[in-house]
């Protein structure tokens, strides 16, 4: 095989919790991950030598900066490997996001390098890899629904939630993950998500009780910092949404929906007040 295309989905936040910081400036977290039905597309042909990248938007490098060039470089390395990679990036998942646009396409990349080289890497091995770039990374190499701890390398697998429809709002504004969290530092949390009553409403089936429970420490930082996200959330609520709530470090604001009609006038709604570009009706993926 020597050309390959594979769909890189990006994540959201049911809960996150930040609980200490470490000597090396990395935070221990505790959090519920899930895959979500957007995605970008990244297509890998096998080649004589070299990393070549190719991307389809203007906001992104192509150089070797790019987790997506990092993540080949390192398994070139690794595995002292004979030839080199074209890859071209399709960009989909809204950049700078809280929705680990550039850990899922790296995530990929580990995939397709494993793939079209026959390395034969288990999901574990590339995990081990990928948490050397990102913490973000081992999560998407695995997808699906999981319990993150540590720096977000302790990956746990948990049952599914129950499916429903979700609403995504990308404000037209970035983020800086590494400033949310230098700013986390600095304040008292008045308060920390239930994570552990999480898991356990998911692993029931009780979608109104995981609505409930959702939490979002960053909040407290990227929503004091952006009105817009409070103003997105209130549009959710008030349109039917159980539970709305920035992923990650933001601003990218979901809501859950079991009413296609509700979420779709949320859409509509958010699309008109807030004059965003970025507005997406979805689900989960497993």
């Not at 899922?104 to 390395?119: P, R, V």
């Not at 319990?147 to 709002?169: D, M, R, W, Y």
């Not at 995981?210 to 909040?219: A, I, K, Q, R, Y």
Request: glycine letters at 10%; proline letters at 4%.
């Amino acid at each position: 095989m020597d050309l390959l295309t594979l769909k890189a989905y990006a994540k959201i936040n049911l809960s996150l919790d930040v609980t200490g910081r470490r000597p090396n400036g990395y935070h221990d977290v505790k959090m519920v991950m899930q895959s979500v039905d957007i995605f970008d597309v990244l297509t890998f042909r096998k080649t004589i030598a070299g990393i070549n990248l190719k991307v389809d938007n203007s906001e992104l490098s192509a150089s070797s900066d790019n987790l997506i060039c990092k993540a080949a470089k390192l398994m070139f390395d690794e595995f002292d490997l004979s030839g080199g990679i074209d890859i071209t990036l399709q960009k989909n998942i809204p950049i700078a996001a809280g929705m680990a646009g550039g850990s899922t396409d790296a995530a990929a990349t580990f995939k397709g390098i494993n793939t079209l080289y026959g390395l034969n890497l288990t999901v574990s091995e590339l995990c081990d890899l990928g948490v050397k770039l990102g913490a973000d990374i081992p999560f998407c190499i695995m997808g699906g629904t999981a319990l993150s701890e540590g720096i977000g390398e302790k990956l746990t697998p948990i049952k599914n939630p129950p499916q429903c429809i979700l609403l995504v709002a990308k404000p037209d504004i970035n983020v800086s993950t590494k400033e949310v969290y230098t700013k986390i530092d600095a304040i008292t949390l008045p308060g920390h998500p239930d994570v552990d009553g999480m898991v356990k409403a998911i692993e029931e089936g009780d979608l109104n009780k995981m609505c409930s429970l959702t939490g979002n420490v960053l909040e407290y930082v990227t929503e004091s910092d952006h009105p817009i996200i409070t103003k997105i959330k209130k549009i959710m609520k008030d349109e039917g949404a159980l539970t709305s709530m920035m992923s990650g470090s933001g601003p990218t604001v979901f809501g859950i929906f079991t009413d296609s009609s509700k979420a779709e006038k949320a859409f509509a709604d958010i699309k008109e007040t807030c004059g965003l570009r970025q507005v997406y009706i979805t689900g989960f993926i497993f």
